[in-house]
């Protein structure tokens, strides 16, 4: 049985190779991180929210285009867009912050509140610097695969948020900015998809790869040029204050890998793990196959704990290799949706939030929809 990899003293071994995982990622998070500051002081972010700007304003009718939140929220959907976690999690409580003082109520969550939250934890990334950066250091023969589907999972969940929120509040999505905006964006996707689709496995694996690499190196070569060329930044010293965050950010997690490798290592060894996922098994026994059900214990775990959601793809990615259909599925899962009871209890707590209405309930319906979504891309991309 697959699952009975870790002996009875794997708690020490897992131990290690957490610490291991953390200490490889440094190089690659400094340079990604680096590579995003200098994209934040060139004012990356900032030239996003202009652009993105007029579709959100659409779906926060109840707010002033005036308003500090709207600024705020607008740098919380890059940073998370551009994948910096460090600067998103400020904006977004600045956002939460500014939206309450709109808010008729002290405890009960507004529209443009739950909009907000709902949108935040769908997470959309452009680019998924943790989960390359943790595929990388474990040894994966092209870490960037996962970009592409986790880009087109994280859109859909991202929208299924925006329509279900949208229901609820009235919004009408049919005004011309939002359909401008979503039908864009979907038929973009549906033809990329539909020629992905046309391609033979060998070589939708190989495009895939290379279009990754590509779209990445691109991302990166023109952040460089317009930081250095244009806005005159100094490209170097902005690089090397980022580069620090990322080493802090790659050691600051091995606690925490630390001990969910090793609360997952006593669910393996106990064989609780061994029999939940059996279950899952005998639950999609009827499918024609069922090899998604190794990747499932990310999704699980996502919406509890981003760490814990890390964890399980850490151990997909140890028990069945980095280059598996069930680590790559992890991977692409992890990049898919946010920590929605974690984003509730911090976002909603520091403004003093009780009842958050129908928040909670848009945002896992919104995880499924990745999780589904996730699913049927990794058949897709990797076979």
Same mark, same amino acid.
């Given at each position: ?17 957490? %610490? ?93 509140? +739950? ?5 935040? /934890? ?32 994280? !859109?859909? /969940? ?17 005004? *011309? ?19 992905? %689709? ?32 244009? *806005?005159?930044?100094?490209? !170097? ?9 990322? !080493?802090?950010?790659? %050691? ?29 098994? !005998? ?9 998604? %059900? ?19 793809? +850490?151990? /997909? ?67």
């Amino acid at each position: 049985n697959t699952y009975k990899v870790h002996k009875s003293d794997g708690m020490i071994g897992i131990s290690k190779t957490a %610490v291991e995982i953390s200490l490889g990622l440094i190089g690659v998070m400094a340079l990604f991180m680096g590579l995003m500051a200098i994209a934040e002081k060139a004012g990356g972010i900032r030239f996003l929210s202009r652009i993105i700007g007029p579709f959100f304003n659409k779906l926060f009718p109840g707010v002033p285009k005036n308003h500090p939140s709207v600024g705020h929220m607008m740098m919380n959907f890059s940073a998370n867009l551009l994948g910096l976690d460090n600067a998103a999690t400020p904006f977004g409580l600045k956002a939460m912050q500014s939206l309450q003082e709109l808010n008729p109520s002290d405890t009960v969550a507004s529209d443009a509140q +739950v909009m907000f939250l709902a949108l935040h /934890a769908s997470g959309l990334t452009l680019i998924p610097v943790s989960i390359i950066a943790i595929r990388s250091s474990m040894g994966a023969s092209d870490p960037t695969d996962i970009f592409i589907p986790c880009m087109i999972a994280t !859109f859909v /969940a991202t929208m299924t948020s925006m329509l279900i929120v949208s229901f609820k509040q009235k919004i009408n999505i049919f005004q *011309k900015t939002i359909l401008t905006w979503v039908l864009g964006i979907s038929i973009f996707l549906g033809l990329f998809v539909t020629f992905l %689709v046309s391609l033979e496995k060998t070589v939708l694996q190989n495009f895939s790869s290379t279009l990754s690499n590509a779209l990445i190196l691109s991302i990166f070569a023109v952040i460089v040029m317009v930081a250095g060329l244009y *806005k005159k930044i100094d490209v !170097f010293d902005s690089f090397i204050d980022g580069a620090k965050d990322g !080493f802090h950010v790659a %050691v600051k997690i091995i606690p925490y890998l630390v001990g969910i490798l090793a609360a997952i290592s006593l669910l393996r060894t106990s064989g609780v793990f061994e029999i939940v996922m059996d279950g899952f098994r !005998f639950v999609f026994s009827s499918l024609p196959d069922t090899r998604f %059900v190794d990747g499932l214990p990310t999704a699980m775990i996502k919406p509890l704990s981003g760490s814990g959601a890390r964890g399980m793809m +850490v151990d /997909a990615m140890t028990s069945f290799g980095p280059d598996s259909f069930a680590g790559k599925l992890s991977g692409v899962l992890q990049g898919t949706s946010d920590t929605t009871f974690y984003v509730v209890a911090v976002y909603f707590g520091a403004v003093g939030i009780k009842n958050t209405r129908y928040a909670i309930g848009a945002m896992l319906l919104a995880d499924l929809a990745g999780i589904i979504t996730s699913i049927l891309l990794a058949y897709l991309f990797f076979g």
